[in-house]
């Protein structure tokens, strides 16, 4: 088959490989602002700032504390949600009366100032972060060959998204979550601290790009400009699946991984724009996303 | 009217705004223990602002609303929800991303002694067959019956209901009226606020008429014959 197509089959599980990578980077991080979007109405564009700092904070918790990969995939992401909640309730909180775009604007000033930070502390070349010696070691599956991390990564990935999902569709807290984005006030009224719930479920977007940063430190370099690189992608990501969908964030952030490492095999000219072209063509067809609901 | 010291519920010179209007100007009236009182006037009177401000949801109010000696005006609705006060909003509020059966444990319980889902299902059969459904696929008098149902198992002793007539045919109407009815036999002090003036004065102890954000008067239920013309006047009918 891989000869008819005129493309080698390890090159094809390669790139099916890094695009499933990539899709679970996606799909944790459109899951992030999926979550944050539906109950706050504020477009997170410091996501990509967020999933920077968890990488950073595990590289420091190693350099400075010496605590290690399977500490920091714990600590990161509740260091940095940490972080997520004062910003909510000094910055954002007052935001939410007003329209979309002050949110996005905020977030995105935020961001700027967070990334030019780490810039002039730690300059925009990469640093390395080694791979957990647990995770040491590839699989040899026939095909190809599975470096374990990044099955790990695969797994770890999509345990989370799962298990988001479960949290958020399944259970009472989660009817609660969903209540509250329908009428806080009513929700209120039944006697639920709304505003609590607004700031913890800000706190675990944040924990999620902080966990997806963790995870990519050993991948990709830990750098300043990691979400910045990330981010725009992953925004298409979110507009495809449509705006607030838990499930539609999950499911296209892997498939579109899945397409954009597809691509690179058969015409790699298109690889980097495939998605925006996608984009362009779910919104011209179904405005509200994939999976939106109008 | 008097202090009397069965009083559940007290509103003192009661206002409330929405940004630059005001609305009501200064509401005063008590329910006792154990009452069904009724709130009737023209639209825009201020009768769901009187609850919406009771259960906290209109952040500008100033006066004094004590409920079970507890002073609420400055608490937000989710503590005054606690203290065991519950609304029933006229728009119904059932939630659309939510079954009927999570739309009924929504609200958590506050107070043990409310009723169990087998209770609220025998005093609404049409509920338990459409468990699973999605809230808002409910009929109106259904979604109307979920709206009061979901707040029985909370084991609050206030219940504010907001027009919960509204919209529905007479046999649905004569439904809500003999589960209000059922309500108030198990011991629920009731603040209904209600267009419907035939069938508030069969299930109504007390009449409080609003006006321009006032209370303007007052009929007990006995009274009601001897000064209907005198209501009638007041509601425009």
């Known amino acids: 088959m891989f000869d008819l197509l005129g493309i080698s089959a390890p090159a094809f599980f390669g790139q099916l490989l890094i695009g499933v990578i990539n899709g679970s980077f996606y799909a944790l991080l459109s899951l992030g602002l999926a979550v944050i979007f539906g109950m706050l109405h504020i477009i997170n564009f410091v996501h990509g700032a967020q999933y920077m700092l968890g990488a950073f904070t595990a590289l420091l918790l190693l350099n400075y504390l010496g605590i290690g990969y399977w500490w920091s995939l714990l600590l990161a992401p509740l260091i940095v949600g940490a972080f997520g909640i004062v910003l909510e309730r000094v910055f954002l909180r007052h935001l939410y009366k007003l329209d979309h775009v002050y949110g996005l604007l905020l977030t995105f000033g935020i961001a700027l100032v967070i990334e030019g930070t780490f810039r002039e502390f730690f300059g925009s070349s990469g640093q390395p972060y080694g791979i957990p010696p647990e995770l040491a070691g590839v699989q040899n599956l026939g095909f190809m060959f599975l470096p374990n991390y990044r099955a790990w990564v695969i797994v770890a990935s999509l345990v989370v998204c799962f298990g988001t999902w479960f949290m958020i569709e399944r259970t009472r807290l989660g009817s609660y979550l969903r209540a509250a984005t329908e009428n806080p006030a009513l929700v209120q009224a039944f006697g639920i601290n709304v505003p609590l719930m607004v700031s913890l479920t800000y706190g675990f977007g944040v924990a999620l790009a902080a966990f997806g940063g963790v995870l990519a430190a050993p991948i990709y370099q830990v750098s300043p400009l990691m979400g910045i690189n990330i981010i725009i992608v992953v925004f298409a990501v979110v507009v495809i699946g449509g705006m607030g969908s838990i499930l539609g964030a999950v499911v296209t952030g892997f498939v579109l991984g899945v397409v954009e490492g597809l691509t690179k095999v058969f015409y790699p000219e298109a690889s980097s724009t495939v998605i925006f072209v996608v984009m362009v063509l779910v919104l011209l067809t179904r405005p509200t996303g994939l999976f939106g609901r109008a | ?237």
Do not use: W
């Open chain 2, 1 to 237: 009217m008097t202090d009397t010291p069965t009083a559940l519920l007290r509103v003192s010179d009661l206002h409330a705004y929405y940004g630059e209007s005001h609305i009501l100007h200064g509401v005063n009236f008590e329910v006792q223990e154990g009452e069904l009182l009724c709130l009737v006037g023209r639209n825009g009177a201020g009768k769901t602002t009187t609850l919406k401000s009771i259960m906290g949801m209109i952040p500008q109010r100033t006066g004094s609303i004590v409920y079970a000696g507890n002073e609420t005006i400055r608490l937000s609705s989710h503590r005054i929800a606690r203290l065991g006060i519950s609304f029933c909003p006229e728009e119904r509020g059932i939630f659309a991303s939510l079954t009927v059966s999570e739309n009924m444990l929504l609200p958590p319980v506050i107070h043990p002694g409310g009723m169990d889902l087998d209770e609220i299902y025998e005093l609404f059969p049409n509920l338990r067959e459409r468990a699973r459904s999605q809230g808002t696929k409910l009929s109106g008098g259904e979604q109307q019956m979920l709206a009061i149902g979901r707040i029985l198992r909370t084991g609050t002793k206030l219940l504010l209901l907001d027009e919960p007539t509204e919209g529905l045919a007479p046999v649905l109407i004569q439904q809500i009226g003999a589960s209000i009815r059922a309500l108030k036999s198990k011991g629920y002090t009731i603040l209904l606020v209600e267009q419907n003036f035939r069938f508030a004065e069969r299930v109504a102890d007390r009449f409080c008429v609003m006006e321009h954000g006032r209370i303007v008067d007052t009929i007990p239920v006995e009274e009601l014959e001897g000064r209907r013309a005198e209501l009638h006047e007041h509601l425009g009918v």
